[in-house]
């Protein structure tokens, strides 16, 4: 009987400690699989004689392994401005910290099987390779810390920065070319959408500018410096520092919108420009002296906060 009374409590305690287990193990964020979203926007092109910009993602790593793509896929980037993100693809991955994200474009075809798979379409209805191989692969890789957690949702956005990834070519049939692999890198931003806000900007001009586009550069603050952002780098690019950037609209009210800013303090540079009638680009007219407010509050630095939009007015007093 004394026997039977300890079998007893010996399966009841292993039962206890089995259940025990299980739970702890539900309650770990660091067991079992999260679900990531992955997602691609852009920051616009300003070259007037691009029409659209299309890309073919063929696949998404973290930390050099695949989280795999139903088929590849080939974008319209240039659509997906403003705010817009378009869906790459929503897989499983084992909850722990990733460090990196990798986008796979493949440099051979489209997603219809035709070439070039990454190409300008200027408005002549003319189609420029992106890349300088038409095999392969073009992999960019950002360095980034995600933490996936067990059974929890993470949407994690890429932005495609357009005036930073393209160069005009030169000595090249191809008038646009992807710049150098390491400045792609930096072309890329990733981020996680629960830590990102946005500034809603509002422009008016005490001093005409006369400008035919003006577009504004968010800084991580201290980040800015006039000297180097106005020189152009190997690629011809300039302001190519900023975090992101937005065109000015013209209407009742100009205005501007900077979408996917992690929180932190940021600086705004407002640049004017004038449109070649040669060459039909947007050549560097001057960095405008802006007055920015928020809520009547004279402000040089901008606060942005996870999920949260900012109201800043802008209003220029002058050339820098």
């Known amino acids: 009987m004394i026997s039977k009374v300890f079998n007893f409590f010996t399966l009841a305690i292993a039962s206890l400690v089995l259940v025990t287990m299980q739970s702890c193990d539900d309650d770990d964020p660091t067991v079992g699989q999260g679900e990531v979203t992955f997602e691609i926007t852009d920051a616009p092109s300003d070259d007037a004689n691009i029409q659209g910009v299309?890309?073919?993602v063929a696949d998404i790593k973290v930390d050099g392994q695949s989280v795999g793509l139903d088929q590849k896929q080939t974008i319209e980037i240039s659509a997906y401005a403003d705010g817009q993100t378009k869906l790459l693809t929503d897989a499983k991955v084992d909850a722990k910290t990733y460090s990196s994200i990798t986008l796979v474009l493949d440099n051979t075809t489209d997603a219809n099987g035709n070439a070039p798979a990454?190409?300008?379409l200027t408005t002549d209805d003319t189609?420029?390779?992106?890349t300088a191989s038409a095999t392969g692969t073009t992999d960019i890789t950002i360095d980034k810390s995600i933490a996936v957690v067990a059974n929890t949702l993470e949407k994690i956005v890429l932005d495609f920065d357009l005036r930073k990834a393209i160069k005009h070519a030169n000595g090249s049939s191809e008038n646009y070319q992807f710049v150098?692999?390491?400045?792609?890198e930096l072309a890329v931003r990733a981020l996680r959408e629960s830590e990102a806000g946005e500034v809603e900007g509002s422009y008016q001009e005490s001093f005409t500018t006369n400008s035919?586009?003006?577009?504004?550069?968010?800084y991580h603050k201290g980040d800015f410096n006039q000297s180097t952002e106005t020189t152009a780098d190997e690629n011809g690019l300039t302001f190519t520092n900023a975090v992101t950037s937005a065109v000015v609209v013209e209407g009742l009210t100009n205005t501007y919108d900077l979408h996917f800013i992690e929180e932190g303090d940021y600086e705004l540079a407002f640049v004017a420009y004038d449109k070649n009638s040669t060459t039909n680009q947007f050549e560097f007219k001057g960095l405008l002296d802006a007055d920015l407010e928020i809520n009547s509050n004279v402000v040089n630095t901008i606060n942005v906060e996870a999920n949260a939009s900012v109201s800043v007015s802008a209003t220029i007093v002058g050339l820098l």
């Open 212 to 218: 035919d586009m003006v577009i504004v550069y968010a």
């Open 118 to 120: 990454n190409y300008v």
């Open 180 to 184: 150098a692999q390491s400045d792609l």
């Open 54 to 56: 299309f890309v073919t």
């Open 127 to 130: 189609k420029h390779q992106l």
